[in-house]
């Protein structure tokens, strides 16, 4: 198991703060202008950067970030050029940031498992997301994670059974993902009434930290989230800031939100 | 007889690669379609409405100018044609449907390709009652407007999908994130043997009644199983639906026809079991086209219903492992059976349905004369009198100008 992501939990608790994973698309709007955006939301006050690494059949995400996958292919992102280019870049520039990466389990087959794993944890990856490996066949890839020192975080649903999220959650690397809404990614207005409750108890049986994640964009979700997880995770509407205004946009959402997470 | 190795796998293929919000729906599924195959009464049910609404069985036809003209086995098609909506996808609609109602699920969504399969679940929502929306490609919009059509006629509201290539592999996408928001009133009717477990193996019983009842037709007709099945495979389902029935038999020779496009050198074409690599595509693993970092290639077939670049788990496995022939027709070669068969036996095939007829001949010779080659004749052609007229009509046969 990596330590960096229960260092940076253990840093922002310190602080009397809520950790802010703050996720964007690899490739958008290319390799190398997508190291600002990582770099600006690190400098806009990120605890983790997950970095999303383009799949072609998304089918996790919303529009947002189908928009974003599409722009990276084409600028040529692939798992292999995102570990030689961009990771190595956001490692120098933000050194104390762990880095996960988000993609989907066919990218990860296609470069190969053990691989994927090696290559990774050599260029500083601390752990891996993918949103379309449920628990029940994911016991062989975790294996090989672990032996190469990358947490698979795994998700819980807001339809997940209580027995099924507090297995989830017992067996958790890095830290638990806890999906806030039944749906894709992307911003909502509301977040469901019953999400504190959830993560309550997910939190409860969970050896690791516990963050939401899907849908959150504002301070004031932040802030509500932020007595009942020890972070939040935010993801399209930083794919949109960055897209529509630059890095600097991104970078001032993540201080936004961050402001949220302060107890 | 089956070939699931473990529950959800078919040798290294099958399994659930979907997002933690989906598997407690794919578990009730897995649960609820269990107990309905272990109740008489749901068995039961969707036989009768096979029977009363679908028209079944269809029937095993002699295609006596076909043999002559080939010269090789007799040969003789299974008219899927014939159910109800002209093609097999019903068969699985209705036992999706029934199964839909007794989990107590108040709308349906279905993702589709060439159409049949929305007009398939569009016509059972409107037999039993239930909402529909499909999810269609947007080019399949385009190209398929006559089933279109018929979906809106039936109730069920058509959604276009603008994104990626417009296809059917898109549509699937947009369909799973729909049900990933709408999972707990929703039953998704997947139309292809593929998708997330149980999904491959539900729809293969539900389309099994094909070849069960090839079995007591051939044994009637010819006294004998036949020595050769043909289907065309693109996610699968009507080639799974006849073909499974026969696994067990050694001496029946199994053969799906994949789409070769524009060639399979030219890169546009639908031959997953021929071209593609292990991969996960739309909640299982199965043999897929994609590139080396993993991204799915767009696919090519001149018919939207072999438009796909994937293919269902447990043919992977048959080709796999050698019990399924593999091969493949063009786009121009499937033409040229479309009008082959039209005129020599009176049926207007789908532009599916034409790749198995596109390898009839070679196989039909091969076999010899006094064998019994069997075409499973998966949909008619209505639908792409479109798409094939507007390459020209070749002129008249016996007619002096």
Known sequence: ????????????????????????????????????????????????????????????????????????????????????????????????????????????????????????????????????????????????????????????????????????????????????????????????????????????ASPVPVVAGFGISTTEQARTLSAHADGVVVGSALVRAANADGPSAAKALCADIKRGLKR | MTTET????????????????????????????????????????????????????????????????????????????????????????????LLAKRMGKKRIIAETGAGQHGVATATACALFGLPCEVYMGALDVERQSLNVFRMRALGAVVKPVESGSRTLKDAMNEAMRTWVSQVSDTHYVIGSAAGPHPYPTVVRDFQSVIGKELRTQAQAAFGKLPDAIIACVGGGSNAIGVLHPFIGDKDVRLVGVEAAGHGLESGQHGASLTLGTEGVLHGSRSLVLQDEHGQIQEAHSISAGLDYPGVGPELAHLAKTGRMEVRTATDDEALAAFYEVARTEGILPALETSHAFARGRELARDLGKGKYLVINCSGRGDKDVATISARGVPPPVGVKS
């Open chain 2, 6 to 97: 473990t529950v959800g796998r078919f040798g290294r293929y099958g399994g659930r690669y979907v997002p933690e919000t989906l598997v407690p729906a794919l578990l009730e599924l897995e649960e609820a379609y269990a107990k309905a195959s272990a109740d008489s009464s749901f068995g039961e049910e969707v036989a009768r409405v096979l029977k009363e609404f679908v028209g079944r069985p269809t029937v095993l036809t002699p295609a006596r100018r076909l043999t002559e003209a080939w010269g090789g086995a007799h040969v003789w098609l299974k008219r899927e044609d014939l159910a109800h909506t002209g093609a097999h996808k019903i068969n699985n609609t209705v036992g999706q449907v």
């Open chain 1, 1 to 204: 198991m990596s330590g960096e992501i229960a260092q940076a939990f253990a840093k922002a608790k310190a602080r009397g703060e809520g950790v802010l994973v703050a996720y964007a698309m690899a490739g958008d709007p290319d390799l190398a202008r997508s190291v600002d955006v990582f770099a600006a939301l690190v400098e806009g006050g990120a605890d983790i950067v997950e970095i999303g690494v383009a799949f072609s059949d998304p089918i996790a995400d919303g529009p947002v970030i189908q928009a974003a996958s599409e722009r990276a292919l084409k600028a040529g992102s692939t798992l292999k050029r995102v570990l030689e280019e961009v990771v190595p870049e956001v490692r120098k520039r933000c050194p104390q940031t762990p880095l996960v990466i988000m993609t989907y389990v066919n990218v990860i087959m296609a470069m190969g498992e053990e691989r994927f794993a090696k290559l990774a944890r050599e260029r500083g990856v601390s752990g891996a997301i993918l949103p379309d490996l449920p628990p029940e066949e994911s016991a062989g890839l975790r294996a090989t994670f672990d032996a190469a020192g990358v947490d698979l975080i795994p998700l819980c649903a807001p339809t997940t059974p209580k027995a099924r999220a507090e297995a989830i959650a017992r067996d958790a690397r890095g830290f638990v993902y806890c999906v806030s809404v039944s749906g894709v990614t992307g911003m909502r207005a509301e977040l469901p009434a019953d999400l504190s409750q959830r993560l309550d108890v997910v939190r409860k």
